[in-house]
């Protein structure tokens, strides 16, 4: 019950806006999305609980449409240090504890 | 500490031959996970305790991988008679209890050979 992200990858130029997203056929508690670059820890973005939560953080924001079971991730006016591998982790309903299942990663270059 | 503190950075091992991985949570973090993660691939979870109690082991792949916490802050991650198929990076990661994000640790690089 892996969810999927698309795209795979993106490249951008910088300054221009990526979309990220992050579906799942299983109903969702909560989705996480962390940023990772290579030879990193993941680092923690933001969480969106279960209601339609939309959140940002400084010009990546995020939005979880619970009907769907679908959430995305924007970054606007990417920077260079944007690039980075995107995860989203998921947390079902009912499952008692916070494990998160992540997707496969879309990995975003950002060129000068 | 300020960050969640795994070692050693990177392990090769002898394939058969044991290992054991540290974790040393953020303090007070409740919350304690034990990720896989292939190359070019997301992290995959193993187990997950909170406190000392070890609440979910259902992504361990065989009974060679044990892991425990015994006073509820440290984790070991060990693999018996190690596989060249074990060879990944396991991530550690730790949380406040509740709806927070995960603070990872750098990782240890495993390759078996």
């Known amino acids: 019950q892996q969810p999927v992200q698309s795209p795979q990858a993106v490249i951008l130029r910088e300054g221009e806006d990526a979309v990220i997203n992050c579906s799942s056929s299983k109903a969702l508690y909560s989705v996480h999305w962390y940023r990772q670059k290579h030879g990193e820890a993941p680092v923690f973005l933001m969480i969106l609980l279960k209601g339609g939560e939309q959140k940002g953080h400084e010009k990546i924001s995020a939005s979880f449409n619970e009907k769907k079971q679908q959430s995305s991730l924007y970054l606007t006016a990417s920077q260079l240090s944007y690039s980075g591998t995107y995860f989203c982790?998921?947390?079902?309903?009912?499952?008692?504890?916070?494990?998160?299942?992540f997707g496969q990663g879309t990995r975003l270059t950002i060129n000068p | 500490g300020a960050g969640v503190s795994q070692s050693p950075r990177y392990k090769v091992a002898k394939r058969g031959q044991d290992v054991a991985l540290r974790c040393d949570p953020i303090?007070?973090?409740?919350?304690l996970f034990w990720y896989q993660q292939a190359l070019g691939q997301g992290p995959e979870f193993l187990t997950y305790f909170q406190n000392e109690a070890q609440l979910d082991k259902s992504g361990l792949p065989s009974d060679r991988f044990f892991a425990e916490r015994p006073e509820g802050s440290v984790s070991t991650l060990k693999i018996q008679r190690t596989q060249q198929e074990d060879s990944a990076v396991y991530l550690c990661a730790s949380s406040v209890q509740g709806a927070d994000g995960y603070t990872f640790g750098s990782g240890t690089r495993l390759t078996v050979v």
């Open positions: 982790g998921t947390e079902r309903e009912a499952q008692g504890a916070q494990k998160l299942v």
């Open positions: 303090s007070g973090h409740v919350s």
